[in-house]
């Protein structure tokens, strides 16, 4: 029993994998079933034992993006050895290389844009990193280092919709540099605009420090 549950465990994720490659690069329309069973080595039987349609797979490679994103920003929040831009910042990063490196995130970003998928967009990886960056925010506030006139919403919506841009933006056009060049650089432009002048002449003599990577096995 135990090893027929290994086997399914296994089969299941391998069908999940194999279409979070297939829906990262076609999208969820034009994805085939029949290219995710032989990237899979899964019989159709195999796939409708676990999943009920493509859909109901796309919304397993969902959570299974929302769980990589979880894992991540549970990480970063658990820092406090740390100023709260310096852990932003550091979960910026990992942020950006989740991406490259994890091809269900790169799946769940295109999926949520899906119509089929549009309801899904409150639940979604976004909402995850965006309260990650809010928590961030409202620290930095309690302890000084944002403007009087800023505010952590705002500061957080911002910051969200400079990120996603950047993220689509790179997929759309094949953006020079890498993601997480891209994704420190709407970090520091927001900073600029909302923190303390305390903070940004600290920032400007000393840069970044070395936080090392909170990215969890993938």
Not at 124 to 152: K, N
Not at 180 to 200: G, I, K, N, Y
Request: hydrophobic share 45%.
């Amino acid at each position: 029993m135990a090893r027929q549950q290994e086997r399914a465990r296994r089969t299941r994720a391998a069908l999940v994998e194999s279409a979070a490659i297939e829906f990262a690069k076609r999208g969820y329309a034009a994805a085939s079933v029949n290219t995710i069973l032989e990237g899979s080595n899964a019989t159709k039987g195999a796939m409708y034992f676990h999943f009920q349609s493509k859909e109901d797979l796309a919304r397993a490679v969902l959570q299974a993006g929302v769980e990589q994103f979880t894992a991540l920003t549970d990480r970063w929040t658990r820092r406090t050895d740390i100023g709260p831009f310096e852990a932003l910042h550091g979960f910026v990063v990992d942020l950006a290389k989740l991406f490259h490196l994890c091809v269900i995130v790169r799946a769940e970003f295109r999926l949520i844009v899906e119509p089929e998928f549009y309801p899904d967009v409150l639940s979604g990886g976004s909402q995850v990193w965006g309260r990650t960056a809010y928590e961030f925010a409202a620290r930095a506030e309690s302890e000084g280092l944002l403007r009087a006139d800023a505010d952590p919403e705002k500061f957080t919506r911002v910051l969200a919709a400079s990120l996603a841009g950047q993220r689509y933006m790179s997929d759309m056009i094949a953006l020079e540099g890498d993601l997480v060049e891209r994704f420190e650089e709407s970090l520091e432009v927001v900073l600029a605009a909302m923190a303390s002048q305390e903070w940004l002449e600290k920032f400007e003599g000393e840069g970044w420090p070395d936080c090392g990577s909170e990215l969890p096995d993938l």
